[in-house]
C-alpha cells in the first residue's frame, strides 16, 4: 500500500494511446472518438434553467455564513464563495500561467507528459479509462513541486510558472483549512473533534493536488463532453474558473444545474472524504464540465485531502446507535487506489452498512 499520494497510481498504471493526445486547434470536425452520442442513460440530459435554482453564493464575512454552509452542504454539496481573502491578482495570473501552459506545441506539452503510474503532468483526465469516449479537454496536474516538470515546458524560463503555483497553493491551503472549519462547524464539529488537524486546528499537513483544465473551443460541443461525470475524491475541492460556463452539478430531483463563472468567486465542491468523515450527512456532489463552440474553457481545481497517513472515518460525534458508522476508515491513498480501480463505486467499496432504504449509494447512480 503506497503511503504516498504521489505513489497511489502505480499500482494502476494509465497507458495512453498517442491518439488521445489531440492537437484541439487544428480540428474542424468531431471525430467519432469524441462524439458522446447520449452523455448518460442514468441521467437527466436537460439542464435546468438558472431561474428556477441556482448554486449557493456565500460571503465569507457574512454573520450567516456558517448557517447558509450547513444548509448548502445539506442540500448541495456546492457553492460559492465570495470575500474568500484570495488576492484577486493570484487567481487572474494562475489562469494567465495555466493559459500559456496549454498555448503550448503539442510536442512541446508532451515533454512533461504524465508518465502512465504518475501523478503530475500534462495529459488527459485519469479518469478517461472509465468512459466509452474521448474527452474534449486536457489537464496538468501538479502534486508536491511543479519544477521539474516547468523546466520541461520552459526550459529557460519556468521560475515564473512556479513562484505563481506556489503562491496560488500557499493561498488555496489557507483558504481550505478556513473552509473544513465552516463546514464541520457546521455539523457541531470542533477542534477538539478532530485531532489530525494538528495542534493549530490548521491541517498543517493536509495533501492536496492542482489540477489545471483547459475546454478548447469545440466544432460540435453538443455531442462532446469536456470533462466526464465524477465525484471527487477530495474532502473538497476549490475550484477556479474563468469567465466561460461550463461547470454543471447534478442536484437530486433537479438535475443538472449550470455553476456559473462569478468574477472573483471560488467553487467549492464537497468530495468523498468528507462524505465519509461526515458519515453521509454531506454527500460528495457529482459534476461534469461541458464545452462550447467559441470559446476556451479554463478551470483550475485545489483538491485538498487529510495528511497522507492518516485514517479517516466518520467523526465519533456523528455516529451512534441510531446512526452507526456506515464507512469503514480508509486513508486518502488508499482510497485514491480505490477510485483508480471502482471509480464512482469508490465509496461504497469502503461501506460497511446496507442503506436503510436499500436504495443504491448517490455515487452507484454514475456508471
Ligand atoms: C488527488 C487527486 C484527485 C484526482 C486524482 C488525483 O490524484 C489528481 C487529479 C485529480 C483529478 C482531477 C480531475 C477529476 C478527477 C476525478 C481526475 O481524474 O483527476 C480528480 C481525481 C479525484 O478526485 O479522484
Ligand atoms: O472544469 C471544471 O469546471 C471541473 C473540473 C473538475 O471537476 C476537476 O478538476 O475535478
Ligand atoms: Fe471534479
Given at each position: 500500500m503506497p503511503s504516498r499520494i504521489s505513489d497511489v497510481f502505480r499500482a494502476h498504471p494509465v497507458h495512453l494511446h498517442q491518439k488521445q493526445y489531440l492537437d484541439f486547434n487544428s480540428v474542424k470536425e468531431l471525430p467519432e472518438s469524441y462524439a458522446w452520442a447520449k452523455f448518460n442513460n442514468d441521467y437527466p440530459s436537460?439542464?435546468?434553467?438558472?431561474?428556477?435554482?441556482?448554486?449557493?453564493?456565500?460571503?465569507?464575512?457574512?454573520?450567516?455564513?456558517?448557517t447558509v454552509m450547513g444548509h448548502a452542504c445539506r442540500?448541495?454539496?456546492?457553492?460559492?464563495?465570495?470575500?474568500?481573502?484570495?488576492?484577486?491578482?493570484?487567481?487572474?495570473?494562475?489562469?494567465?500561467?495555466?493559459?500559456?501552459?496549454?498555448?503550448?506545441?503539442?510536442q512541446q506539452k508532451l515533454k512533461a507528459a504524465?508518465?502512465?503510474?504518475?501523478?503530475?503532468?500534462?495529459?488527459?483526465?485519469?479518469?478517461?479509462?472509465?468512459?466509452?469516449?474521448?474527452m474534449w479537454s486536457e489537464g496538468f496536474t501538479?502534486?508536491?513541486?511543479?519544477?521539474?516538470?516547468?523546466?520541461?515546458?520552459?526550459?529557460?524560463?519556468?521560475?515564473?510558472?512556479?513562484?505563481?503555483?506556489?503562491?496560488?497553493?500557499?493561498?488555496?491551503k489557507k483558504l481550505a483549512g478556513r473552509l473544513m472549519w465552516l463546514v464541520l462547524g457546521s455539523l457541531g464539529i470542533s477542534k477538539e473533534d478532530l485531532k489530525w488537524a494538528g495542534p493549530r486546528g490548521d491541517f498543517s499537513g493536509?495533501?492536496?493536488?492542482?489540477?489545471?483544465?483547459?475546454?478548447?473551443?469545440?466544432?460540435?460541443?453538443?455531442?462532446?463532453?469536456?470533462?466526464?461525470?465524477?465525484?471527487?475524491?477530495?474532502?473538497?475541492?476549490?475550484l477556479l474558473q474563468n469567465n466561460t460556463?461550463?461547470?454543471?452539478?447534478?442536484?437530486?430531483?433537479?438535475?443538472?444545474?449550470?455553476?456559473?463563472?462569478?468574477p472573483g468567486a471560488l467553487v467549492i465542491n464537497l468530495g468523498d472524504m468528507l462524505q465519509i468523515l461526515s458519515n453521509g450527512l454531506y454527500q460528495s456532489v457529482p459534476h461534469r464540465a461541458v464545452v462550447n463552440r467559441t470559446q476556451q474553457r479554463l478551470s483550475i481545481a485545489y483538491l485538498y485531502g487529510?495528511?497522507?497517513?492518516?485514517?479517516?472515518?466518520?467523526?465519533?460525534?456523528?455516529?451512534?446507535?441510531?446512526?452507526?458508522?456506515?464507512?469503514r476508515s480508509v486513508t486518502w491513498t488508499e482510497y485514491l487506489q480505490r477510485k483508480a480501480k471502482y471509480f464512482n463505486r469508490g465509496l461504497s467499496s469502503v461501506r460497511i452498512h446496507a442503506t436503510k432504504n436499500g436504495l443504491q449509494d448517490v455515487n452507484d447512480k454514475i456508471v
Open positions: 436537460s439542464v435546468a434553467s438558472s431561474k428556477e435554482e441556482s448554486v449557493p453564493v456565500i460571503d465569507l464575512h457574512h454573520p450567516n455564513a456558517l442540500t448541495w454539496g456546492v457553492f460559492q464563495v465570495i470575500n474568500h481573502g484570495v488576492p484577486e491578482d493570484i487567481l487572474h495570473q494562475s489562469l494567465r500561467e495555466g493559459k500559456n501552459l496549454f498555448s503550448l506545441p503539442m504524465r508518465s502512465p503510474g504518475g501523478i503530475s503532468g500534462y495529459g488527459v483526465a485519469r479518469i478517461a479509462p472509465f468512459f466509452e469516449k474521448l501538479i502534486v508536491g513541486s511543479p519544477l521539474e516538470h516547468a523546466q520541461q515546458l520552459w526550459p529557460h524560463d519556468y521560475t515564473g510558472f512556479c513562484d505563481v503555483i506556489r503562491e496560488y497553493k500557499k493561498e488555496m493536509a495533501a492536496a493536488a492542482l489540477q489545471l483544465n483547459s475546454y478548447p473551443a469545440c466544432p460540435d460541443p453538443d455531442r462532446a463532453m469536456g470533462l466526464g461525470v465524477h465525484t471527487d475524491s477530495t474532502l473538497l475541492t476549490i460556463s461550463g461547470l454543471q452539478v447534478l442536484k437530486e430531483g433537479s438535475g443538472w444545474i449550470n455553476v456559473p463563472p462569478i487529510p495528511p497522507d497517513s492518516v485514517l479517516i472515518s466518520p467523526i465519533p460525534k456523528l455516529v451512534g446507535p441510531a446512526c452507526p458508522p456506515i464507512y
